[in-house]
């Protein structure tokens, strides 16, 4: 298996724009986490699905974070308009149950907005 | 989830034995005690997991005492490689995953 894998790895744009984060998770797994990580605040995690479907999106910040899950095999992240201090990598993780130590995180997405 | 704490960072030399503790005194009776390591520019990986006493594989040993209230991750004599942040997680099957500011562990030659 590939692993995890997202999509850009390099993402630099300007304020206002939108932004669109892809993930691909493991095949088989049913639980998919998007998760930012800056310095300041460490890794948070974001949203969680659970077959598709969010289970708890207490850590999206604002609307301007919506995440969807189309169908297993892909999900993406979008923010809309983007800011600066939206700037951090974005990791996904993926997992066959909802258990700690069960997750398997991708490269990220180290996003930079100008 | 139980609330973890672990120092902030900590250095170490090439061939030594690193320990790094992380105290967690509201652990529940089905919290498992989880570690990951997070290599610069790469997402964090599970390393290891425990629920008492001692737990070794080929990357670690995990120490946790009889109250559980700590425990305490032991890297035998780390190479540059292990050069990371290190964190500790705790909860049990029904908990999300959400990962505290963790150890960054600089190995120096």
């Known amino acids: 298996d590939a692993g995890v894998i997202q999509s850009p790895r390099h993402e630099v744009t300007e304020m206002g724009q939108e932004v669109t984060l892809r993930c691909k998770p493991i095949?088989?797994?049913?639980?998919l986490f998007w998760y930012r990580q800056t310095m300041m605040r460490g890794l948070e995690l974001l949203i969680y699905?659970?077959?598709?479907?969010?289970?708890?999106d207490s850590g999206m910040p604002e609307d301007r974070f919506s995440a969807k899950m189309p169908n297993a095999s892909f999900s993406t992240l979008k923010i809309q308009p983007s800011e600066p201090r939206d700037s951090a990598v974005y990791f996904c993780?993926?997992?066959?149950?909802?258990?700690?130590?069960?997750?398997?995180f991708g490269p990220g997405t180290r996003l930079l907005v100008l | 989830l139980a609330k973890t704490t672990q120092p902030i960072s900590m250095d170490s030399y090439e061939g030594q034995e690193v320990n790094i503790t992380c105290s967690h005194n509201?652990?529940?009776?089905?919290?498992?005690i989880t570690w990951y390591q997070q290599f610069p520019s790469q997402g964090p990986r599970f390393i290891i997991q425990?629920?008492?006493t001692k737990v070794t594989n080929e990357v670690a040993s995990l120490f946790i005492p009889a109250d559980r209230k700590s425990s305490t991750l032991s890297l035998p004599r780390v190479s540059l490689s292990d050069t990371a942040v290190y964190y500790c997680?705790?909860?049990?099957?029904?908990?999300?995953?959400?990962f505290g500011a963790g150890t960054r562990l600089t190995v120096k030659p």
């Open positions: 997680l705790v909860g049990d099957d029904r908990d999300d995953m959400r």
């Open positions: 425990g629920y008492k």
């Open positions: 095949s088989g797994h049913d639980y």
């Open positions: 993780a993926s997992s066959l149950r909802l258990s700690v130590g069960t997750q398997y």
């Open positions: 699905f659970n077959n598709n479907v969010p289970i708890d």
């Open positions: 509201n652990i529940a009776t089905n919290d498992y």
